[in-house]
């Protein structure tokens, strides 16, 4: 009996500080959610919290249905972005939980051109029988909108990962959901400061915590969020029987790293601004795609739909060999996959052959601007280029 799916789902026993947080801005709600209900001598940190199970008569019972530690966190993201979290061992859990609950023969919608695992993951399913696919270009909104007829989900990544484009989620959503698809946006680029995209429809909200929200590339973790308290409660069960649960010094360190989001967006979206713009003069780069230009494919989307330019740029150069240079040349810019963190990172994306198979080109690098100075980034791009 210790494995019932708790009937509370994710959100466990906490609710502390809820009224509190109403009507705050996201810089405040990083800071204050996900704490524990003030009293005296209560820490005012939510503490990690190791242990498999709990007294009986609560509604978690067995950590595998919640944790304390990661409820804050969930609690923090839902209160980011108006829904209900439930946190996961990493992005791909959270992405797989979604995607292994659809019935067998559920055509999925997704973009040509998006995080590269995520499509690994979906033609997995296909090579099991499980699911078919309809690839389109997601900022061809008509297209979209024909490919969703008898479809059961919609997959966007807001903005994709690494050619940073848009799709009108507003307009997709809404013809999803006349049509009884379900919308669900992997916003890991955006963060919840840039969108909160169940405000424009969608049905959940995917976040690789692993990037910008835990910030300091120090632990994997993912999170769904869904405002539908049935389907928030459908996934947190979903968790609970696959077990993909994140451990409790993780959601630990995601929600210390949480607490200076909006400092560290602030630093890094403002030094990629600078950077894209020089790296665009630079004689030895052939493109660079950045949200911040004003002759981006999407600039009206952009507008309209994000709250920062974010801190992702990606840029061609003139040689495959030039790329591969450039990031073995770098010193304070480290060379690694990944994104999202304090620290600068660089790599050659079109060095994956699971990206040069959805058009990413074979010299486009990705660069996840961090919080260093922005001149120390510049001059060590410079040598690097050079
Ligand atoms: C990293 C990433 C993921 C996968 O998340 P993990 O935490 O690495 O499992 C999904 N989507 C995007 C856009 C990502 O950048």
């Not at 024909?146 to 507003?170: C, I, Q, R, S």
């Not at 050659?348 to 959805?358: D, L, T, W």
Request: overall charge negative; glycine content about 10%.
């Amino acid at each position: 009996m210790d494995d019932i799916p708790s009937e509370d789902g994710s959100a466990g026993t906490r609710t502390a500080g809820r009224h509190l947080n109403a009507g705050l801005h996201p810089e405040s709600l990083v800071v204050s959610a996900g704490r524990p209900a003030p009293g005296p001598d209560v820490p005012v940190n939510q503490p990690v919290v190791l242990t498999a199970t709990y007294h009986a008569g609560g509604p978690r019972g067995y950590a595998r249905a919640g944790n304390d530690t990661s409820a804050a966190f969930e609690d923090a993201i839902g209160a980011l972005e108006g829904g209900l979290a439930t946190s996961f061992a990493s992005g791909m859990a959270a992405s797989s939980a979604l995607i292994e609950s659809l019935p067998t023969g559920s055509v999925l919608v997704l973009p040509t051109s998006f995080y590269n695992h995520h499509r690994t993951l979906f033609d997995a399913q296909v090579e099991l029988g499980r699911l078919s696919l309809r690839p389109v270009d997601t900022t061809d909104t008509d297209t979209v909108i024909t490919a969703l007829d008898g479809a059961a989900l919609l997959w966007l990544e807001l903005p994709t990962n690494p050619m940073l484009t848009v799709a009108d989620l507003p307009a997709l959503a809404t013809e999803a959901r006349a049509r009884g698809v379900r919308t669900v946006v992997d916003a890991t680029l955006a963060t919840p400061l840039g969108l909160r995209p169940l405000d424009h429809g969608a049905d959940v909200v995917m976040h690789s915590a692993t990037k910008w929200l835990a910030g300091h590339s120090d632990v994997i973790s993912g999170v769904l969020v869904a405002r539908d308290r049935d389907l928030a409660q459908r996934i947190a069960t979903r968790r609970n029987l696959t077990g993909a649960i994140p451990g409790a010094l993780e959601s630990y360190l995601a929600l210390r790293g949480l607490r200076t989001l909006a400092v560290r967006m602030e630093r890094a979206c403002a030094n990629t601004a600078v950077l894209a713009g020089r790296l665009r003069e630079h004689p030895a780069v052939t493109g660079v795609h950045y949200l911040g230009f004003a002759d981006h494919p999407q600039a009206d989307l952009v507008a309209k739909l994000l709250g920062h330019h974010g801190a992702v740029l990606s840029f061609t150069t003139d040689s495959v060999q030039r790329a591969d240079d450039l990031c073995r040349r770098v010193e304070l810019i480290t060379h690694a996959t990944s994104l999202g963190g304090v620290e600068s990172l660089i790599e050659r994306r079109g060095a994956y052959p699971g990206e040069v198979s959805q058009g990413t080109p074979a010299e486009l690098v990705r660069f996840s601007v961090g919080i260093e100075h922005v001149e120390d980034l510049w001059s060590d791009l410079a040598q690097a280029l050079s």
